[in-house]
């Protein structure tokens, strides 16, 4: 289960993200709380704060995998998370002195949402190169592990360090969070990364799509991971929703909400920890349609205890089939493009949430919170049942294995 842990490297990253990412979680319960507050419970507010933050995934993504396959990803990745750092910084001490307004938190979320346009897909394809493609399944499920363990500590401790000591305090401390993942990187050994060839010149992006072109395989799992991205992981927006307007409780109940999810995404990543192959179209189908029926479930809680009980599994499932798809893709992937690829992933998941984001606030503005987390469920469960009617009526070719790259005489200027 831990058999990637065995690489001095990776040990440093998770150690140095594990810090991090719990302070990122506890830093974004405080965002949401405070634009609630300053707008009066306003679902259309929440909804354009998470637009601002992902618009830059969806228009810089592209690029930033371009630079992540031609510079030094762990560079990039000290150079992104001191970005953000400095931003949550400066986000505290606008909180500090009492002059908050929605405007800051809006020009907050759209930068931040630059720096994270670069760092995610980076992030993504430096697992690959600190443990090699062997143990890249087991470093990506233990990623997954660390992350959803920030997750349900920092939503906790968040909600009950909101109610005590107010969201500034929790901010700072994300700010300075940020200096382990730094040092983190600092310390790795740079001869010991598994690093593939590196090379200048323009047309990267265009190269990455073309080497998507007839790759079904990897195709369908990127459509699907894009639909369910859009309309189905909106949970930063409609748990806060449920939260405050359906169960009616405080920012401690709110971060246990916000736990519960992250529990069963947290079991859905130790699960996945002793997968050593890539994972079949079916399996990745099969994990969509129990997201979306889950997400649905939970929408019709009755009570908030049935809710934690329901989102725990709906967390399962959101984290099962991300895991499966990003298998799916990177071990589907030549090394040479896994930072296009993952940044089209990065992209598909994340880049489409301003759209859904935008849509689902209104729906729960008008209809409520339920109405806007259960109808991504829907859609999420009907865009697995048709990837999987699609797949049986006609499977997909066998993908290519990944080989030495042929280079074209005109490829020597890319």
């Not at 006609?394 to 005489?409: E, F, M, N, T, V």
Request: some cysteine; aromatic content about 8%.
């Amino acid at each position: 289960m831990f058999e990637a842990l065995t690489v001095r490297n990776f040990r440093l990253f998770a150690a140095g993200q594990l810090l991090s990412v719990t302070c990122t979680w506890m830093m974004i319960v405080a965002q949401d709380w405070l634009v609630l507050s300053l707008s009066g419970d306003s679902g259309t507010a929440l909804g354009l704060v998470t637009a601002l933050q992902f618009t830059p995934m969806l228009l810089l993504t592209l690029y930033a995998g371009r630079l992540a396959d031609r510079y030094d990803k762990r560079l990039l990745l000290m150079a992104a998370n001191l970005a953000a750092g400095v931003l949550a910084l400066l986000l505290a001490l606008v909180t500090f002195t009492g002059e908050l307004r929605l405007w800051h938190l809006w020009v907050f979320a759209a930068l931040l949402g630059v720096v994270n346009a670069v760092e995610a897909p980076t992030r993504m394809a430096f697992v690959g190169e600190v443990v090699g493609t062997t143990l890249l399944p087991n470093a990506s499920a233990l990623s997954a592990a660390y992350f959803n363990a920030a997750r349900v500590v920092g939503s906790a401790l968040a909600g009950l360090l909101i109610s005590r000591f107010d969201a500034g305090p929790v901010i700072l401390l994300n700010a300075v969070s940020y200096l382990a993942s730094v040092g983190a990187l600092l310390l790795m050994d740079p001869d010991r990364l598994h690093r593939g060839a590196r090379g200048p010149g323009r047309g990267g992006v265009v190269d990455g799509l073309r080497y998507l072109r007839g790759r079904s395989d990897l195709v369908v799992p990127l459509a699907l991971v894009g639909v369910i991205g859009m309309f189905g992981f909106n949970f930063q927006l409609t748990l806060p929703l449920m939260a405050k307007t359906v169960f009616h409780a405080d920012s401690a109940s709110f971060g246990l909400l916000a736990s519960a999810l992250a529990a069963g995404s947290l079991l859905a990543a130790f699960a996945t920890t002793g997968r050593r192959s890539r994972p079949s179209a079916v399996l990745v189908i099969g994990s969509a349609v129990a997201f979306g029926a889950m997400t649905t479930l939970s929408a019709l809680a009755p009570t908030f205890a049935v809710a934690l009980v329901l989102l725990a599994a709906t967390g399962f499932a959101m984290i099962y089939f991300a895991q499966a798809a990003n298998h799916r893709v990177q071990l589907g992937t030549d090394p040479a493009y896994r930072g296009r690829v993952m940044a089209l992933y990065t992209l598909t998941l994340q880049g489409t949430t301003p759209l859904g984001a935008l849509l689902t606030g209104w729906l729960s503005e008008h209809w409520g919170a339920r109405t806007g987390l259960w109808s991504g469920g829907a859609v999420s469960l009907c865009a697995g049942l048709l990837a999987l009617w699609a797949h049986r009526r006609g499977p997909s070719a066998p993908a290519p294995k990944p080989g030495p790259l042929r280079r074209r005489p005109s490829d020597a200027r890319r």
